[in-house]
T-cell receptor, first 115, second 110 residues
Framework: DAGVTQSPTHLIKTRGQQVTLRCSPK?????VSWYQQALGQGPQFIFQ???????QRGNFPDRFSGHQFPNYSSELNVNALLLGDSALYLC??????????????FGQGTRLTVV | KNEVEQSPQNLTAQEGEFITINCSYS?????LHWLQQHPGGGIVSLFM???GKKKHGRLIATINIQEKHSSLHITASHPRDSAVYIC????????????FGEGTQLTVNP
């Protein structure tokens, strides 16, 4: 049973460019959450997708957008990249029917460096 | 003030020592998670708690809902336990969204 997989693992982009990160949830999971983790800090919630819609959003600008596909996989898009967007981007999946009882499983993350 | 506070920020121990990492939170929660993060980034869930105590191998997690406090204990620590340990909570109103502490960097020396 594959866990949560993210791609790519590492990425270097230039300021002003756009980037797309991908996440496949754990088999059987239907909810995907994205987190940004700056160096030396805890992860910060970006947004969550369920039934192909954004259900919750953290305090991130509109440059951060996402999508969820019918197979539950998800993309995170960041436009007009800033140096401050350099971080580890983590994807977590869960099963909405489990509610708060549902454990979240995390991917290995995508390390984004903006130069 | 962060909703989730961890202490200490950094912890160095000798192999075999008993280790405690603390987590305090300021919101009503439905669940609290203890997570482990190794260099390279991947996060592994160690425990999910809503009350009482859980044990898995050398790891023990406790939570006191009234005091809004949780502890993670590692008995007979080993160098392979070296990692960042992160406390995260699901608030009563946030569904499955997690709010994380800043993490505790643990180094266990042989």
């Amino acid at each position: 049973d594959a866990g949560v997989t993210q791609s790519p693992t590492h990425l270097i982009k230039t300021r002003g460019q756009q980037v797309t990160l991908r996440c496949s949830p754990k088999s059987g999971h239907d909810t995907v959450s994205w987190y940004q983790q700056a160096l030396g800090q805890g992860p910060q919630f970006i947004f969550q997708y369920y039934e192909e819609e954004e259900r919750q959003r953290g305090n991130f600008p509109d440059r951060f957008s996402g999508h969820q596909f019918p197979n539950y996989s998800s993309e995170l898009n960041v436009n007009a990249l800033l140096l401050g967007d350099s971080a580890l981007y983590l994807c977590a999946s869960s099963l909405v029917s489990r509610g708060w009882l549902g454990e979240a499983f995390f991917g290995q993350g995508t390390r984004l460096t903006v130069v | 003030k962060n909703e989730v506070e961890q202490s200490p920020q950094n912890l160095t121990a000798q192999e075999g020592e008993f280790i405690t990492i603390n987590c305090s939170y300021s919101v009503g929660i439905s669940a609290l998670h203890w997570l482990q993060q190794h260099p390279g980034g991947g996060i592994v869930s160690l425990f999910m708690l809503s009350s009482g105590k859980k044990k898995h191998g050398r790891l023990i997690a406790t939570i006191n809902i009234q005091e809004k406090h949780s502890s993670l204990h590692i008995t007979a620590s080993h160098p392979r336990d070296s990692a960042v340990y992160i406390c995260a909570v699901r608030s009563e109103t946030s569904g499955s969204r997690l709010t994380f502490g800043e993490g505790t960097q643990l180094t266990v020396n042989p």
